[in-house]
């Protein structure tokens, strides 16, 4: 597998600000991520690398990596893989938590690779943190080989039939919200949890046999207080949304949450349904 053009970090210069936001919050969490959230992504790996046919001695890029947990899987599984994260504070953890890994500087919407380097791309919980998605899925199959698999995961959207942890914090912020547009313009956060949006959008950039599944995810904390420390320490915009409140709406806003959290509770345990949306895809 050749990698080419090893250092992106010029292109992050000309961010625009949906992407110099992601890029400050991604920053400023890169320590404190892993423990908070990085549990709960990571429940999405065995879905993800099955999905994109991940197996020994295949090479793989995992793109936005974060603090790298799904490039320890799909080494673990045996694949040549290359992380990538456009954030230097996530690589340095990634490497950290997971050495002997390739951890890599690189923008998703740039990806420092040459046309058709990979059997397999995978994503977990970027697609919707990208400014441009549409260019980022371009770039994904561009460095596919030929048959080669790409496989994403998306939070599902808040729900009130199925409550789960979106829905609880978006109740808690429309209840007592007093500042609305706390957050730069960005792309949809549940555009790509739509399997008619996915196979569209997909099929649109040049990909076939589309499919999308929901996959069951779980937030457990041991109190419900602690869902707030997850929120502040590892939910970008959740956190910007709430920090940016006056101090009753914000302090109204942490107490719905947290009561929304207890009805939860059961044997000592706070368990909150955290569903996801995995989609999968093959370069023709
Ligand atoms: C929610 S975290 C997911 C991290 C990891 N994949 C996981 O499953 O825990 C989103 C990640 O996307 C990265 N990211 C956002 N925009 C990016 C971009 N344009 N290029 C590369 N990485 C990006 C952030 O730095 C952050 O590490």
């Not at 949809?188 to 959008?201: G, I, V, Y």
């Amino acid at each position: 597998m050749s990698a080419n053009k090893p250092d992106n970090r010029e292109t992050a210069t000309g961010m625009d600000a949906h992407a110099q936001f992601e890029h400050r919050t991604w920053g400023e969490m890169h320590e404190t991520y892993d423990s908070h959230f990085g549990r709960i992504t990571v429940q999405a790996a065995d879905d993800l690398l099955s999905a994109a046919g991940v197996k020994k001695g295949i090479g793989v890029l995992e793109v936005a990596c974060g603090t790298g947990n799904i490039s320890r899987a799909a080494t673990e599984a045996g694949a040549v893989v290359i992380g990538i994260d456009f954030v230097d504070g996530m690589l340095s953890e990634a490497r950290r938590l997971h050495p002997g890994i390739d951890f890599r500087p690189g923008d998703a919407q740039a990806l420092p690779f040459e046309e058709e380097t990979f059997d397999a791309v995978v994503c977990n919980f970027g697609v919707h943190h990208f400014s441009e998605p549409l260019v980022a899925l371009g770039e994904a199959h561009r460095v596919l080989k030929s048959g080669g698999r790409y496989a994403f995961t998306v939070w599902s959207p808040p729900s009130d039939v199925k409550v789960n942890f979106r829905q609880i914090i978006r109740e808690a912020v429309n209840e007592h919200a007093d500042v609305q547009d706390a957050l730069p313009p960005g792309p949809s956060e549940s555009h790509f949890a739509s399997p008619e949006n996915c196979a569209r959008t997909l099929e649109g950039v040049g990909f076939r046999d589309v499919s999308t599944i929901e996959i069951p995810l779980l937030g457990a904390w041991p109190r419900p207080e602690q869902v707030l420390d997850t929120i502040y320490n590892a939910m970008a915009r959740s956190k910007t949304l709430i920090d940016a409140q006056s101090a009753s709406a914000k302090k109204n806003i942490e107490s719905a949450i947290v009561e929304r959290a207890r009805q939860f509770e059961q044997s000592g345990t706070v368990r909150i349904p955290m569903p996801a949306m995995l989609t999968r895809a093959r370069k023709p």
